[in-house]
Every structure is written in structure tokens, then in C-alpha cells.
């Protein structure tokens, strides 16, 4: 053997899913490990109810990310996980919705990985699915959508990353849930029109989606950036586009209460 020994990896990073907000759309699983937890490195998106989940014996760090405001570069807190699984047998990395639905989850195990660190996943509800079904709009109808995108509206800098194709999208798909759009809303929707969507396809925006705060802005591609305008309404926020839509005014009226 020639090769130098590695230091002993007593522990193992668990990249969990904490689903979009109500705390009864955690797993069994990953409520487990915030339960069994030695170190949990948790999102700004995670909600209080969820932290209060964790063991009082864990050490709680955050580690979370929200437009323009970096608390912890990703470098760093690839670093601290390993760190942290050097020393500590429970590591929970705790993130929004689905850690590997635009929560960076599939680049940090491979890090972790390149670490050297055991890794798992444990998937979460995605926001871009509860927000909407707590919203009264199913993602998939059969007489409305038998196709449902999943697309960022907030497209990384600097780094090669497949640029997105509004105007396939716009043609192919029936369904479009928007994640992180907000702040670039105008700009897509002249995208999906010149795409070929017409002005008065329906469109949803969810804020806060399962969570006691959650309110919806209904309009069409031609009337939604005057309503977020007058509305002033923020991230984070799913936009979800198409004619499922139009469910809303009838699926509203029986909504999931949260935990
Ligand atoms: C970095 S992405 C993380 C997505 C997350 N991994 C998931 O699967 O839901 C953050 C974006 O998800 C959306 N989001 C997350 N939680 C949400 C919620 N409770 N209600 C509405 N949108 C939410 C917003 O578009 C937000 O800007």
C-alpha cells in the first residue's frame, strides 16, 4: 500500500428534505434524524416549526441563502459538513422543500463525496408542488395538464450552466411551476409570450405556500406584473402557469389546514 491513511470518518451527513413550510409535510425519516441529530446546518427557507423539531442537544448552525444576502458561502459550508462529520455521528444538512429540486443538494453530496463523507438523501415535498395543492391547483389534471416544468427564474452567473428555453417551454409543456422568479417575472413573461403563450393564459403566484401567512395573486400573463406592482408581493414565491389555473376558484374553498 502506498497510499497515506485516511483519518478515521466516524460520522455521516444526512442532506434532508424539510418540505415547504407546514410541519406536517416533513418525513418520518427526516423528522427522525432532526430527533437523533448531533449537528443539524439548516436553510433560511426551513420554518420555525420544523427547527423546533431538532433535538435541544444538537448543535444548530445556519447556514442559509436568500437573494443577496449569503450568510455562508456553498464552499463553506461543504467544509463545515465535513468538518462537522469528522467529529459528530449525526449531521443533518437541512433544506427547503427538496434538497435536489434547485437546493443544491446533488452538488453538495458529490462534494461530500470528493470528501471522502458517507451521504444520504432523505427527499422532501417540493414547494412547487404543496404550494399549489394548498392553493387549490393540482399540478397534472387530465383535462387540463398531462405536462408539468419545473424551471428556476433566477439563473446563475458566472458559472456554465444550461441556459433555460422559455420558448420550448412555453410550446411543450402544460404546466409551468416557477421557482425563485419573482424579482425576474417581467422579463419571463415577455419570454413565454414571444414563445407563443397568449396574454390571458392564467397565472398563479404562491407566497409563503403551506405556511399560516400563504396568500395567492391569480391574473394572466397580461395583467400579473401591474398586479405584483400594486400588490408588492415578494419571495419566496412559486409562479405557476397554464390552465389548471383556473381550478382555484373552485379547489380553494376546501384547503389542507397546517399542523
Ligand atoms: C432555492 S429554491 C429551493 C426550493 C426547494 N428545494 C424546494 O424543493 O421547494 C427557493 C425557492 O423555492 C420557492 N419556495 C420555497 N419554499 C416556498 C414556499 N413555502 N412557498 C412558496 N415558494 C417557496 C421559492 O420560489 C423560493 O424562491
Known amino acids: 500500500m502506498t497510499n497515506s491513511p485516511r483519518q478515521p470518518c466516524l460520522g455521516k451527513v444526512y442532506?434532508?428534505?424539510?418540505?415547504?413550510?407546514?410541519?406536517?409535510?416533513?418525513?418520518?425519516?427526516?423528522?427522525a434524524l432532526l430527533e437523533q441529530a448531533d449537528?443539524?446546518?439548516?436553510?433560511?427557507?426551513?420554518?420555525?416549526?420544523?427547527?423546533?423539531?431538532?433535538?435541544?442537544?444538537?448543535?444548530?448552525i445556519h447556514a442559509g441563502k436568500r437573494r443577496g444576502r449569503h450568510s455562508k458561502l456553498q464552499q463553506e459550508t461543504t467544509r463545515l459538513l465535513i468538518e462537522k462529520a469528522y467529529t459528530h455521528a449525526v449531521v443533518v444538512r437541512l433544506k427547503g422543500g427538496d434538497p435536489f429540486i434547485f437546493g443544491r443538494g446533488g452538488e453538495e453530496m458529490e462534494d461530500l463525496i470528493q470528501g471522502?463523507?458517507?451521504?444520504?438523501?432523505?427527499?422532501?415535498?417540493?414547494?412547487?408542488v404543496a404550494a399549489p395543492a394548498y392553493g387549490g391547483i393540482p399540478v397534472t389534471h387530465r383535462d387540463y395538464s398531462s405536462s408539468v416544468t419545473f424551471v428556476t427564474g433566477h439563473e446563475a452567473v458566472g458559472k456554465y450552466r444550461p441556459q433555460v428555453n422559455w420558448s420550448a417551454i412555453a410550446q411543450g409543456s402544460d404546466t409551468i411551476v416557477i421557482y425563485m422568479g419573482i424579482h425576474n417575472l417581467s422579463q419571463i413573461v415577455e419570454r413565454l409570450q414571444a414563445?407563443?403563450?397568449?396574454?390571458?393564459?392564467?397565472?398563479?403566484?404562491?407566497?409563503?405556500g403551506t405556511q399560516p401567512e400563504q396568500t395567492e395573486l391569480i391574473?394572466?400573463?397580461?395583467?400579473?406584473?401591474?398586479?405584483?406592482?400594486?400588490?408588492?408581493?415578494?419571495?419566496?414565491a412559486i409562479a405557476l402557469i397554464g390552465q389548471i389555473v383556473n381550478l382555484h376558484s373552485i379547489l380553494s374553498h376546501s384547503r389542507p389546514s397546517c399542523l
Open 15 to 31: 442532506l434532508v428534505g424539510a418540505g415547504p413550510g407546514d410541519p406536517g409535510l416533513i418525513t418520518l425519516k427526516g423528522k
Open 39 to 60: 449537528v443539524v446546518v439548516y436553510d433560511t427557507l426551513v420554518s420555525p416549526p420544523i427547527l423546533a423539531m431538532i433535538s435541544e442537544h444538537a448543535e444548530k
Open 116 to 128: 471522502g463523507v458517507p451521504v444520504e438523501v432523505v427527499p422532501g415535498i417540493t414547494a412547487g
Open 195 to 208: 414563445g407563443g403563450l397568449s396574454s390571458d393564459t392564467p397565472i398563479a403566484l404562491i407566497r409563503w
Open 219 to 236: 391574473g394572466t400573463l397580461g395583467t400579473i406584473v401591474e398586479q405584483i406592482q400594486k400588490t408588492q408581493i415578494g419571495a419566496p
